[in-house]
Protein backbone atom coordinates (compact mmCIF):
# COMPACT_ATOMS: atom_id res chain seq x y z
CA UNK A 1 0.00 0.00 0.00
CA UNK A 2 1.54 3.16 -0.92
CA UNK A 3 0.79 6.41 1.00
CA UNK A 4 -1.44 8.95 -0.25
CA UNK A 5 1.12 11.74 -0.12
CA UNK A 6 4.86 11.97 -2.80
CA UNK A 7 7.75 9.72 -1.34
CA UNK A 8 9.82 12.73 -1.52
CA UNK A 9 7.11 15.06 -0.03
CA UNK A 10 6.32 13.18 3.11
CA UNK A 11 9.58 14.13 4.94
CA UNK A 12 8.71 18.15 4.52
CA UNK A 13 4.67 17.47 5.22
CA UNK A 14 5.48 15.70 8.41
CA UNK A 15 7.78 18.50 9.38
CA UNK A 16 5.43 21.25 8.45
CA UNK A 17 2.56 19.33 10.91
CA UNK A 18 4.75 18.50 13.30
CA UNK A 19 5.64 22.45 13.47
CA UNK A 20 2.22 23.17 13.08
CA UNK A 21 1.07 21.33 16.18
CA UNK A 22 4.18 22.53 18.32
CA UNK A 23 3.01 26.04 17.87
CA UNK A 24 0.23 25.61 19.29
CA UNK A 25 1.24 23.24 22.14
CA UNK A 26 -0.14 20.07 21.09
CA UNK A 27 2.04 17.28 19.77
CA UNK A 28 1.51 14.72 16.87
CA UNK A 29 2.17 10.99 17.79
CA UNK A 30 2.70 9.38 13.71
CA UNK A 31 1.06 5.63 14.34
CA UNK A 32 3.06 3.11 12.37
CA UNK A 33 4.05 -0.67 12.78
CA UNK A 34 8.17 -0.37 12.39
CA UNK A 35 10.08 -3.63 12.30
CA UNK A 36 6.76 -5.85 13.86
CA UNK A 37 7.13 -3.40 16.73
CA UNK A 38 3.21 -1.02 16.77
CA UNK A 39 4.89 2.45 17.64
CA UNK A 40 3.16 5.74 18.61
CA UNK A 41 5.15 8.39 17.94
CA UNK A 42 8.55 8.15 16.06
CA UNK A 43 11.66 9.77 16.47
CA UNK A 44 12.35 12.03 13.03
CA UNK A 45 14.87 9.68 11.73
CA UNK A 46 12.43 6.67 12.45
CA UNK A 47 9.79 8.63 10.56
CA UNK A 48 12.08 9.76 7.72
CA UNK A 49 12.91 6.08 7.03
CA UNK A 50 9.36 5.22 7.45
CA UNK A 51 8.16 7.99 5.04
CA UNK A 52 10.54 6.94 2.68
CA UNK A 53 9.06 3.41 2.11
CA UNK A 54 7.39 2.93 -1.18
CA UNK A 55 5.18 0.22 -0.52
CA UNK A 56 4.03 -0.70 3.00
CA UNK A 57 1.65 -3.54 4.93
CA UNK A 58 -2.10 -2.06 5.54
CA UNK A 59 -2.40 -3.41 9.42
CA UNK A 60 -5.94 -3.68 11.20
CA UNK A 61 -6.64 -4.54 14.17
CA UNK A 62 -6.73 -8.26 13.88
CA UNK A 63 -3.41 -8.05 11.80
CA UNK A 64 -1.29 -6.65 14.65
CA UNK A 65 0.03 -10.15 16.58
CA UNK A 66 0.42 -11.38 12.64
CA UNK A 67 2.27 -8.30 11.67
CA UNK A 68 4.41 -7.85 14.67
CA UNK A 69 5.67 -11.67 14.63
CA UNK A 70 6.77 -11.49 11.05
CA UNK A 71 9.02 -8.07 11.62
CA UNK A 72 6.75 -5.89 9.31
CA UNK A 73 5.96 -2.65 8.34
CA UNK A 74 2.62 -1.69 8.47
CA UNK A 75 0.23 1.63 8.22
CA UNK A 76 -2.23 1.41 10.71
CA UNK A 77 -5.94 1.99 9.59
CA UNK A 78 -8.37 3.51 11.81
CA UNK A 79 -8.77 0.32 13.98
CA UNK A 80 -5.74 -0.56 14.34
CA UNK A 81 -4.75 2.99 15.71
CA UNK A 82 -7.88 2.82 17.91
CA UNK A 83 -6.47 -0.64 19.51
CA UNK A 84 -2.97 0.86 20.30
CA UNK A 85 -3.60 4.16 21.47
CA UNK A 86 -6.17 2.99 24.45
CA UNK A 87 -2.74 2.24 26.10
CA UNK A 88 -1.03 5.73 25.32
CA UNK A 89 -3.67 8.46 26.54
CA UNK A 90 -3.95 9.59 22.85
CA UNK A 91 -6.36 12.50 23.23
CA UNK A 92 -7.60 11.87 19.43
CA UNK A 93 -7.39 10.10 16.02
CA UNK A 94 -6.72 11.39 12.18
CA UNK A 95 -7.02 8.93 10.16
CA UNK A 96 -7.27 10.90 6.99
CA UNK A 97 -10.68 9.06 5.71
CA UNK A 98 -12.42 6.26 7.82
CA UNK A 99 -13.72 2.78 6.20
CA UNK A 100 -17.03 1.50 5.83
CA UNK A 101 -19.49 -0.86 4.14
CA UNK A 102 -18.04 -1.20 0.67
CA UNK A 103 -20.11 -0.80 -2.40
CA UNK A 104 -19.39 -4.36 -3.79
CA UNK A 105 -20.47 -7.38 -1.78
CA UNK A 106 -21.53 -5.69 1.73
CA UNK A 107 -17.50 -6.26 3.23
CA UNK A 108 -17.50 -4.16 6.25
CA UNK A 109 -14.49 -2.49 7.48
CA UNK A 110 -13.29 -3.16 10.59
CA UNK A 111 -12.85 0.68 11.45
CA UNK A 112 -16.50 1.04 12.20
CA UNK A 113 -16.65 -2.03 15.19
CA UNK A 114 -13.38 0.05 16.47
CA UNK A 115 -15.13 3.42 16.09
CA UNK A 116 -18.06 2.73 17.49
CA UNK A 117 -16.86 1.33 20.60
CA UNK A 118 -16.31 4.33 22.06
CA UNK A 119 -12.41 4.70 22.30
CA UNK A 120 -12.58 8.68 21.66
CA UNK A 121 -12.54 11.45 19.13
CA UNK A 122 -11.95 10.72 15.65
CA UNK A 123 -10.45 13.94 13.58
CA UNK A 124 -10.94 12.83 9.65
CA UNK A 125 -11.72 14.38 6.27
CA UNK A 126 -15.14 12.34 6.03
CA UNK A 127 -15.54 8.91 4.72
CA UNK A 128 -13.45 6.65 1.89
CA UNK A 129 -15.02 7.85 -1.27
CA UNK A 130 -15.39 4.51 -2.81
CA UNK A 131 -17.27 3.01 -0.16
CA UNK A 132 -21.07 2.87 -0.27
CA UNK A 133 -21.28 5.87 1.82
CA UNK A 134 -25.47 5.97 2.90
CA UNK A 135 -24.95 2.16 4.54
CA UNK A 136 -21.07 3.17 5.83
CA UNK A 137 -23.11 6.34 7.68
CA UNK A 138 -26.19 4.01 8.69
CA UNK A 139 -23.75 1.31 10.19
CA UNK A 140 -22.48 4.22 12.92
CA UNK A 141 -25.36 5.57 13.49
CA UNK A 142 -26.89 2.37 14.88
CA UNK A 143 -23.68 2.56 16.85
CA UNK A 144 -24.64 6.16 18.61
CA UNK A 145 -21.89 7.58 16.84
CA UNK A 146 -22.17 11.38 15.98
CA UNK A 147 -20.86 12.59 13.19
CA UNK A 148 -20.43 16.79 13.64
CA UNK A 149 -19.12 18.96 10.60
CA UNK A 150 -16.36 21.36 11.48
CA UNK A 151 -17.43 24.12 8.92
CA UNK A 152 -19.30 21.94 6.37
CA UNK A 153 -22.44 20.84 6.15
CA UNK A 154 -22.43 17.65 4.59
CA UNK A 155 -20.06 14.67 5.23
CA UNK A 156 -16.83 15.07 3.07
CA UNK A 157 -15.45 11.58 0.56
CA UNK A 158 -11.78 12.51 1.17
CA UNK A 159 -11.20 14.21 -2.11
CA UNK A 160 -14.50 15.66 -2.98
CA UNK A 161 -17.57 17.42 -0.98
CA UNK A 162 -20.39 15.18 -0.19
CA UNK A 163 -24.08 14.91 -0.28
CA UNK A 164 -25.09 13.45 2.98
CA UNK A 165 -25.57 15.38 6.39
CA UNK A 166 -23.40 15.81 9.34
CA UNK A 167 -25.09 15.20 12.45
CA UNK A 168 -24.63 18.74 13.55
CA UNK A 169 -22.41 21.39 12.14
CA UNK A 170 -19.71 23.57 13.90
CA UNK A 171 -17.89 26.78 12.97
CA UNK A 172 -15.08 26.81 15.79
CA UNK A 173 -13.14 24.95 17.57
CA UNK A 174 -14.29 25.73 21.04
CA UNK A 175 -17.59 24.98 20.55
CA UNK A 176 -16.90 21.69 19.09
CA UNK A 177 -14.66 21.28 22.01
CA UNK A 178 -17.45 22.18 24.64
CA UNK A 179 -20.17 19.35 22.65
CA UNK A 180 -17.46 16.75 22.99
CA UNK A 181 -16.84 17.26 27.09
CA UNK A 182 -20.87 17.33 27.48
CA UNK A 183 -20.56 14.46 24.84
CA UNK A 184 -18.59 12.17 27.47
CA UNK A 185 -19.80 13.77 30.69
CA UNK A 186 -23.20 12.37 29.18
CA UNK A 187 -22.22 9.34 28.52
CA UNK A 188 -22.52 9.26 25.01
CA UNK A 189 -20.30 8.24 22.40
CA UNK A 190 -16.97 10.35 20.89
CA UNK A 191 -17.65 12.00 17.28
CA UNK A 192 -16.40 11.37 14.37
CA UNK A 193 -15.68 15.30 13.42
CA UNK A 194 -15.28 16.05 9.87
CA UNK A 195 -13.45 18.77 7.60
CA UNK A 196 -13.83 19.03 4.08
CA UNK A 197 -10.93 19.22 1.99
CA UNK A 198 -9.77 22.81 0.70
CA UNK A 199 -11.63 23.89 -2.33
CA UNK A 200 -8.37 24.47 -4.67
CA UNK A 201 -7.77 20.85 -4.19
CA UNK A 202 -11.65 19.26 -4.14
CA UNK A 203 -12.01 16.72 -7.10
CA UNK A 204 -15.42 16.94 -8.91
CA UNK A 205 -17.69 14.49 -8.02
CA UNK A 206 -18.74 13.10 -11.33
CA UNK A 207 -14.68 12.97 -12.34
CA UNK A 208 -14.61 10.91 -9.00
CA UNK A 209 -17.18 8.89 -9.35
CA UNK A 210 -16.07 8.13 -12.99
CA UNK A 211 -12.66 6.95 -11.80
CA UNK A 212 -13.61 4.79 -9.20
CA UNK A 213 -16.27 2.98 -11.34
CA UNK A 214 -12.97 2.84 -13.00
CA UNK A 215 -10.82 1.18 -10.24
CA UNK A 216 -13.88 -0.99 -8.98
CA UNK A 217 -14.18 -2.87 -12.53
CA UNK A 218 -10.26 -3.27 -12.64
CA UNK A 219 -10.45 -5.04 -9.44
CA UNK A 220 -13.04 -7.00 -10.35
CA UNK A 221 -10.80 -8.35 -13.59
CA UNK A 222 -7.88 -8.63 -11.19
CA UNK A 223 -10.16 -10.95 -8.35
CA UNK A 224 -9.26 -8.61 -5.75
CA UNK A 225 -11.53 -8.57 -2.64
CA UNK A 226 -11.95 -8.22 1.01
CA UNK A 227 -9.28 -5.78 2.49
CA UNK A 228 -6.94 -6.01 -0.64
CA UNK A 229 -9.66 -3.86 -1.94
CA UNK A 230 -8.47 -0.44 -0.70
CA UNK A 231 -4.97 -0.32 -1.43
CA UNK A 232 -5.58 -1.22 -5.08
CA UNK A 233 -8.27 1.23 -5.32
CA UNK A 234 -5.84 3.70 -3.79
CA UNK A 235 -3.39 2.81 -6.60
CA UNK A 236 -5.47 2.69 -8.94
CA UNK A 237 -6.83 6.39 -8.47
CA UNK A 238 -3.66 7.73 -8.23
CA UNK A 239 -2.27 6.65 -11.69
CA UNK A 240 -5.52 7.24 -13.61
CA UNK A 241 -5.72 10.82 -12.04
CA UNK A 242 -2.27 11.35 -12.94
CA UNK A 243 -1.40 12.42 -9.25
CA UNK A 244 -4.36 14.68 -8.66
CA UNK A 245 -5.96 12.26 -6.07
CA UNK A 246 -3.20 12.06 -4.40
CA UNK A 247 -2.76 15.73 -4.04
CA UNK A 248 -5.90 15.91 -2.53
CA UNK A 249 -5.12 13.72 -0.17
CA UNK A 250 -2.45 15.31 1.33
CA UNK A 251 -4.66 17.90 1.49
CA UNK A 252 -7.15 16.81 3.03
CA UNK A 253 -4.58 15.14 5.41
CA UNK A 254 -3.60 18.79 6.53
CA UNK A 255 -6.59 20.17 6.82
CA UNK A 256 -7.86 17.30 9.29
CA UNK A 257 -4.41 17.12 11.20
CA UNK A 258 -4.85 21.05 11.60
CA UNK A 259 -8.04 20.93 12.91
CA UNK A 260 -7.34 18.17 15.39
CA UNK A 261 -4.56 20.39 16.55
CA UNK A 262 -6.69 23.46 17.11
CA UNK A 263 -9.32 20.85 18.83
CA UNK A 264 -6.47 19.25 21.17
CA UNK A 265 -5.09 22.75 21.77
CA UNK A 266 -8.49 24.39 22.93
CA UNK A 267 -8.67 21.38 25.24
CA UNK A 268 -6.04 22.53 27.11
CA UNK A 269 -6.79 25.85 27.90
Not at 125 to 139: N, Q, R, S, Y
Not at 230 to 255: C, E, F, W, Y
Request: proline letters at 5%.
Amino acid sequence: MRAGIAPAARPAFAGSMAELAARQGAEIAWLAMVGGRARIGLDPGELDRFLALETVRKVASRDLGATSSAECEGVLTASAGVAVRRAAGVVMLVPGGTGGVHREGGDISADIAAIGSGAGMIVCAGIKPFLDIGATLAALDALEVPIWGLGCDAVPVLYAAGNHPVDRRFDDVRAISRAAAAQGELGGKPPIVVVAVPPEHAIGRDRLDRWIDSALEDCARRGIAGSAVTPALVDHLDTISAGAVRKANAAALATAIEAAVAIASDGKR
